[in-house]
């Protein structure tokens, strides 16, 4: 590897990615290709602005000539994909977004790839292509059973990277990663938006009971684990990804109003959104055993070290909350609040 294009790098998990990789890796040549929509934020890049290594282009991945002029004009030898549309709840709102990125964007980065001779493709996922589980864990090779737009678009993506492996020998890996959080995350996911919220000592609109699970993993450990697959992974393989913090939501919200010394009577029991997941659950035996990759932060450092980063770093997202995401809470949860429950 030597010139690695990072497709939506200017969002969380991807600028994450950027930063860590430029600093790590000066010998390589990160490039930025990012379509730039509401979750897409050069603030993100800030760091290594000025970078010697690190270039920027914008454009959607699912525009042929984009993707192929930036692939030429970088003679790049490695993609790591990271754009997507990603949020459940606008999958459910306005699912065409999700097919145009996620498989579409998908397959053109894959035909791109093979047709001007890029040495490898690596797509980020996620555990919900598997659905949900009552109790255990999903392993890699466990049937996808996604039950909302957004997985059902990324397994869509899986599904086409599978098939340029086996067809046309691309070398191909793909990582499902559970619930990441961290700085940077656009406050629309429950860990940023419940900090900005109560941060403000506005109402935390947690759905049905606040019993569903999911399992937390830092966003250094996710790219870390990234890393990893890409120096080491082998072609045509899939790697889970989990933190190890399973929790309930319930108390990851108690964790953040603590950490804030917010009261809990800012949470707000509002209606389930369709379709809601019960528990995630992943295991890491295969990269762990093949990669030698495990989690190093704690949920509860991990979180703490997240809510000081957006106590400190309200520049950043408080024009994020206006305009768009004014109209988009509007739409979520202004019906579901007037009928909440405490």
Known sequence: MKNI???????FIGSAFVRRMVEKYPEYNLIVLDKLTYAGNLDNLLPVHDEPNYRFERGDIAHRE?????????EVDTIVNFAAETHVDRSI?????FIHTDVVGVYILLDAARRLGVNRLHLVSTDEVYGSISEGF??????????????ASKAGGEMMARAYHVTYGLHTTVTRGSNTFGPYQYPEKIAPFFITEAIDNRPLPLYGDGMQVRDWLYVDDHCDAIDAVLHQGAPGEIYNVGGEHELHNIEVTRFILGALDRPESLIRYVADRPG????YALTNDKIRADLGWTPQHTFEEAMRATVRWYQQNE??????KTGEYLEYYKAQYAGRL?????
């Open 5 to 11: 294009l990072v497709t939506g790098g200017a969002g």
């Open 66 to 74: 984009t993707v192929e002029r930036v692939l030429e004009a970088y």
């Open 93 to 97: 709102l306005e699912p065409d977004a």
């Open 138 to 151: 999903f392993r890699e090779g466990d049937p996808l059973e996604p039950n909302s737009p957004y997985a």
């Open 276 to 279: 809601h997941d019960r528990r």
């Open 315 to 320: 520049w950043w997202w408080r024009k994020i």
């Open 338 to 342: 007037a009928g909440a429950q405490e």
